[in-house]
């Protein structure tokens, strides 16, 4: 099938054959008819599936006609959890819209000069971008008008509501107009993101798109144990010296963590630089183009911050901290195996740190190879004490983990601090 068959505007097709893509994914099969039609859609599709273009090519193609309501309001929203993101979705916007007649796009988020955001909300908008922070703060002074809103667009709703903004997005959703299509993207369809999806939608058509990380992308999942902090820095130098790694995106848990490790490997004579939300947007812009642009090898970042890079080059995707959450996981390695190349994901684990990967194994029912690496290898894991008490985090916590209270940046018997005080042994790459 080609994008000429699902019903789209020939200059949107024009568009998206000029960007290189000439056969729609699976998603972009299934959901770009279906909001042609105008349905309310809930859609479930795993990263790099090109549900940014089965969202905005059926909105886009709405642009080819008149608004139906006269104003300066943008007639699609799109809310995404982060500012890179956003940027990411106005790109496509203005990638896939470039054959439209005075089209005019805005992103709204947070690092950016506010009062250039408010002189572009004075002339007619078409598609706004925007997080819900940033968006309601603009409701709130009464800079937007939401009266000939045709479609909003929830992007990552899942991730939205673990960043807690589901008052922001309830205030918006009262916003709308109740007449709206609304189409919502997550990772999952279930739980609080289904409950918030049977409130704001309209006998909404279900999509999804399943498949194993493994069919997802050509991504080789390796897993090392490290016994200390001391050890698993040793072991990133190694995996950073590797003849075959183009670029690097290495996670951290705590934007200090980024700051401190992407320093030291600059030390090391390694082009690295951090990215996290402390970060200025003007400065995580720049990070972001010299990454593009392959003056920067390594990414030292967050996982807030890394959501929606998406560069080709990147090669090697490596959990320095392993994620606390399995679905973190999924996300982290997307960043690799991009545009049908292949990548290799690491994650380097303590060994107490054993429940955790088991819990991202059984979320992407795959097992992680456990490799080492000659002179590097661990040695065996210390017992673990015995427990009077419940885990520490709780009945669905994970061996290992941060005890909640005092003493939040002591090391544990392995070495290793708990990431969640944003502290980490000063043994680093030596």
Known sequence: MSFNELGLDHSLVRAVEHAGYHSPTEVQRRAIPAALAGRDLLVSSHTGSGKTAAFLLPCLHRLTQPAKVAGIGPRILVLTPTRELALQVQQGALTYGRQLRRMRTIALVGGTPYGQQLRDLRSPVDVAIATPGRLIDHLERGRIDFSRLEVLIFDEADRM?????????????????????????????????????????????????????QNRAQIDQKLLF?????????????????????????????????????????????????LHGDMHQSLRNRTLEKLRHGRTTILVATDVAARGIDVAGIS???????????????????????????????????????????????????????????????????????????????????RGAPRRGGGGGAPRRDGFRPSNGGQRSRSSVE
């Open 316 to 398: 090697h995707v490596i959990n320095f901290d392993a994620p606390r959450q399995a679905e973190d996981y999924v996300h982290r390695i997307g960043r690799t195996g991009r545009a049908g190349r292949s990548g290799i994901a690491f994650t380097l684990a303590g060994h107490t740190e054993r429940g955790l990967i088991r819990n991202i194994e059984r979320y992407t029912n795959s097992s992680l190879a456990v490799e080492t690496i000659p002179g590097l290898e661990p040695t065996a894991p210390p017992p673990r004490p015995r427990r009077s008490g419940p885990r520490p985090g709780g009945g669905g916590g994970y």
């Open 161 to 213: 509501l673990d960043m807690g903004f589901i008052d922001d997005i309830e205030t918006i959703v009262r916003r709308c107009p109740s007449d709206r299509q609304t189409l919502l993207f997550s990772a999952t369809l279930e739980g609080v993101v289904g409950d918030m999806a049977r409130r704001m939608t309209r006998e909404p058509e279900r999509i999804e798109v399943a498949g194993s990380v």
């Open 226 to 274: 490290a016994d200390d902090m001391g050890h698993k820095a040793k072991l990133l130098k190694h995996i950073l010296k590797d003849e075959g790694l183009q670029q690097a995106v290495v996670f951290t848990a705590t934007k200090r963590a980024a700051e401190e490790l992407s320093e030291e490997l600059r030390n090391e004579g390694f082009a690295a630089a951090a």
